[in-house]
């Protein structure tokens, strides 16, 4: 059997090099074991009103670029599936909703109005690189006068029979306005971090309030008005089950996927999961429960602005965890935005690209390439492979459907190493990982 190898290596100083192979006999610290796992729906970002402020200070030629490169099936990203806000999230440049009427329960005053002011054109202008984009939406907060208390920051649903019906048409409204403006949503989350109680726009939810809204509310709203559009249990960002243990509060899974999915009625509407954040402690005990299902790591923890290498190698182990755990998908937060990524409530937050409003000048963040690692070589319905070795809890190996090989590592360390990867046939492969690098490696055979 004959392989033929391209492979790249991202560090500090150059991103994005070629790396060299040679065969070898020596012992294997990183094997393929034959066993196959999840298959992968894609890679993407969220559609933030600052990343279209960002994008506007550009030229033409440079906005080309940039969303050449991350949407184009071409391009060095290829993006497939992404994510929009229903209404502002915290990278809004205010806060709203689509329907700011005091008890207007019928949604006779819903619009996305606004929309058309960033989102919208954000979304065409991806669309117009790659017809095939999927889109998943979700609200951060529901309008303010469904809420208690009535703001879009902090609080809940009011948890009255009018209103759940009311929010129900509510995301109806929604997937049919943006289909009438162009735009199919593949898919709705019923909300952002259901536990986070934000001073930027936020709503509490419990996993028994999940459970009652989307089996007697919203599916039977989806299903009375024909939409096709999925319903996923998400944005969940379950707590770290030990840190909430010691605090005698919820694990995650048990109060919120577990508690949900084991109801029929709700489990009958739901075809997915979408963890973020500290989701990453609960999607192994979900998906072990629930293998059938699909998972998505819906939104890439976003650091502090300053776009640190170290902090990009604490994102590239949130790819090889959630992938590891069964995810088929993972969406990036912002992936343009102004130098330190100040949100308009003060967040200072990591982006792929910063564009400087002054000198107009386009940076690739560290991130970009992480991404890029992962994004640029792994199809849609590739399928994921097992690892074993020493190197396994650093790599990440998926067999695309046309055969090739990707296997994507990390070398944490601040020297050199040698990598010897072994197939199932039993070929051994020796390959060098620069100091402190990420590195991706396609493998055809011949």
Known sequence: MTFTFNGFSTTPTEPWNQLSFSATNESANLKLTGEQHQLVEGFGGCFNELGYLALAHLSDEQRHEVMHSLFHPEGEHRFTICRLPIGASDYAEQW??????????????????RDFKYLIPYIKEALSYNPDLQLFASPWSPPTWMKFPKAYNYGTLRWEKDILEAYALYFVKFV???????ITIHQVHVQNEVIADQKFPSCMWTGEQLREFIADYLGPAFDKHG???EIWLGTINAPDPWEELMKKKTTGFDEYAGLVLSDPKAYSYIKGVGYQWAGKHAIQRTV???PELRYMQTENECGDGNNSWNYAKHVYNLYQHYFSNGVNAYIY????????????WGWEQNSMITVDPASKDVTRNPEYYV?????????????RLGLSGAWSGKAV????PDNSLVIVVNNPFPDRHD???????GHTVHVQLEADSFNSMVITAN
């Open 176 to 182: 049919k306005a943006y289909r009438e403006a162009g």
């Open 96 to 113: 709203y909703s689509h329907n700011e009427v005091d008890g207007d329960v019928a949604m006779d005053h819903f619009s996305i109005e």
């Open 227 to 229: 939409l096709d559009t």
């Open 333 to 344: 937060w912002n992936m343009v935005l102004e130098p330190k990524g100040r949100s308009t």
């Open 397 to 400: 190996a998926f067999r695309n």
């Open 419 to 425: 990598l010897h990867l072994t197939f199932a046939e």
């Open 371 to 383: 991404m890029k690692h992962f994004a640029h070589h792994i199809v849609n319905g590739a399928r």
């Open 288 to 290: 072990a429960s629930y």
